[in-house]
């Protein structure tokens, strides 16, 4: 009789007593599934990339341990982040949005959802993808920069570069900490301390952020870490 093969041991019990990031350590095990097996892995995905720019705006003023709790709400309230359904979404049912407790109940926030929805269709539209645009700011590569930990900073030039046309597009609640998050967590820069066992090796890192080109020259020819 063969053996059957054994299951891989989850994730957490894998990294378990591995060195993280210092605003992974000693959290919940949400928080340290995300730190471990999402965070700063690129991500090329439109539906995600749309489901984490709005967790991200959805955090402002608030814990990214609180997101966290209610993403599941969230993809239940927006569709499950499909930009085309919450695109439609009519004054009826945002008014309901706004009772629902699986989700952050600001008005604000969940127009911006919508509104972000249709600018982020336009995009797509004048890109092919968010994807596509979002990436050609650093040319397809991710940033890693390998920092000491709690040396990370909230905003770069980059981020300011990105926040300032995300805007002229039409996005809301995407200023230049917002976006960094935002860019941190979908992998277009890596942020894991040196020290965290999911820092890259020093061969793989980049060096400088490469100088970004404008999103209309490319067309032609894309952790806010204390939540």
């Known amino acids: 009789m063969t053996d059957k093969p054994r299951a891989a041991p989850p994730a957490r019990a894998r990294h378990a007593g591995k060195r993280r990031c210092w605003w992974a350590r000693g959290a919940d095990a949400d928080y340290v599934r995300y730190h471990d097996e999402e965070w700063g892995r690129p991500v090329h995905d439109d539906r995600l990339l749309f489901e984490m720019l709005t967790l991200e705006g959805a955090q402002a003023g608030l814990s990214w341990s609180t997101i966290l709790r209610k993403r599941a709400g969230y993809r239940r309230a927006f569709a499950d982040f499909e930009p085309r359904k919450v695109a439609r979404f009519d004054a009826r049912r945002r008014t309901a949005l706004r009772r629902d407790a699986g989700i952050v109940r600001n008005r604000l926030k969940i127009e911006s959802t919508v509104s972000n929805a249709r600018a982020f269709l336009a995009l797509q539209r004048e890109f092919g993808s968010f994807d596509r645009y979002l990436w050609s700011y650093v040319a397809g590569k991710p940033i890693v920069n390998r920092p000491r930990s709690g040396a990370v900073p909230s905003r770069t030039p980059l981020s300011d570069q990105v926040s300032r046309d995300l805007v002229k597009?039409?996005?809301?609640?995407?200023?230049?900490?917002?976006?960094y998050a935002f860019l941190q967590a979908v992998g277009v820069v890596n942020d894991h301390a040196r020290d965290c066992f999911r820092c890259p090796p020093r061969r793989a890192a980049g060096g400088r952020a490469p100088r970004a080109a404008p999103p209309a020259e490319v067309a032609l020819g894309g952790k806010r870490l204390l939540r």
Not at 171 to 176: D, I, L, M, P
């Open 169 to 179: 597009r039409g996005f809301r609640f995407v200023g230049t900490t917002i976006v």
